[in-house]
């Protein structure tokens, strides 16, 4: 048969519409996404028909509209062994935040009400006990992520475009994407002043870089690499004094956002001990070591936070109610005691599960070809770089990887001495089963 008595035997529009098989999806698509998928399917058989394609119509056709109904944005299985990936939406939230997320987005609230004189309150006011119990800071706001509290810290603090920002040479790191600190310093409306080395930076080089127009220093915590060997730079009381004696605010950018001591990352500063060692605001993270959702906090001398707060770009940058929902109940296990209920920490805390490794690895189908290695689960996040946690990974041929993230659920692996490794440290008890179906399926 030619493709043009096979273009001739196409069914219109409207009659596939019509076929009962196909009814169900169409209801859940409605008029518009049904066209959109029968239009699209059609499209790709005139371009390429064969008798084969023309009598699995219907299927195509079914397959197109499944594709279409499932959401973009939906979960996966993290058998990355990476705690915070930036790629997969960092720390998953506590069930008591995701809770409160839940109950708060289907209700209306007092986001911005005092509900004991009945004025119109900040929003973000719900987080200032917890933050203060926690940090030590005379006050805290909240916008949407870390860039965007420093943004507005320097936006504010240095705003005329003579306004100078001392940061040292060894700490001007890139994150996510390719943003600078020193395009972030741009856009805040001022001036970057490098002082020191790479390596090395002392209280003099920032004496000698001052001048009239210098409004504010900046430190940038080191979280997404590390410098070793011939290296130097002042103590953070130091450069704090420093920076007090010539009548400049410091600012730091602390980035991965710990609120307490971490046992098995001794080396990482908390916004606390920033605070006392007389740093006057902290910005940090939401999402990374502080466990909640995508936010930046900046916390510190209350004068400067209402300047801060004063700022138009505040109102461009500030979160809502679901990110307030979810930060206070993560804020709220803090305050009892009880940070083993966040993800992030107990992931962190798993001893390396070589029992839970070989136990799941003994349910797979041996023509899988899978192995047990001893390993490494990362922190990531850009946090604690250099650091590692033990762990027992199985081991797969590496052409299973892509298959894998087409599974339903998704399972995203770890491609790595060209082998396809998983590491259960990220994959939470309860899917384990979508995820031994997920590797059977393989076969």
Known sequence: MSARDLLRQLPAVDELLRRPALAPLWRELGPAGARHVIA???????????????AALDASLAAAAHRRLQ???????????????????????????????????????????????????????????????????EASLVVNNNAAAVLLAVHT???????????????????????????????????????????R?????????????????????????????FVEQPELAALAAFAHEHALPLLEDLGSGALVPLPALPSEPTVAASLRAGVDLVAYSGDKLLGGPQAGLLSGRAPLLARLRANPLFRALRVDKLTLAALEATLAAYARGDRDALPVFALAAAPALEARVRAFAAQLPPALGADILAGESLLGGGSTPGQSLPAWLIALPPNFAPRLRLAQPPVLARLERDRCLLDLRTVFPHQQPALLAALRALL
């Open 40 to 54: 699209a399917v059609l499209a790709e058989l005139r371009a390429d028909p064969t008798p084969a394609k023309l």
């Open 71 to 137: 959401p973009s944005l939906r979960p996966v299985i993290n058998a990355t062994g990476v705690i915070l990936h930036t790629n997969l939406g960092r720390a998953p939230l506590s069930p008591a935040a995701a809770a409160r997320l839940a109950e708060v987005a289907a209700s209306y609230t007092n986001l911005e009400l005092d509900l004991a004189t009945g004025l119109r309150a900040r929003r973000d006011r719900h987080l200032d006990p917890l933050l203060a119990e926690l940090t030590g800071a």
């Open 157 to 199: 603090l240095a705003v005329d475009l003579q306004g100078e920002v001392l940061v040292s040479r060894g700490e001007l790191v890139e994150i996510g994407e390719s943003f600078r600190i020193a395009d972030i310093v741009a856009r805040g409306g001022a001036r970057l002043v490098e002082v020191g080395s790479t390596n």
């Open 201 to 229: 930076t002392r209280l003099a080089d920032y004496a000698a870089a001052l001048t009239p127009a210098t409004r504010l220093i900046l430190r940038v915590h080191r979280s997404n690499f590390v410098q070793t060997g």
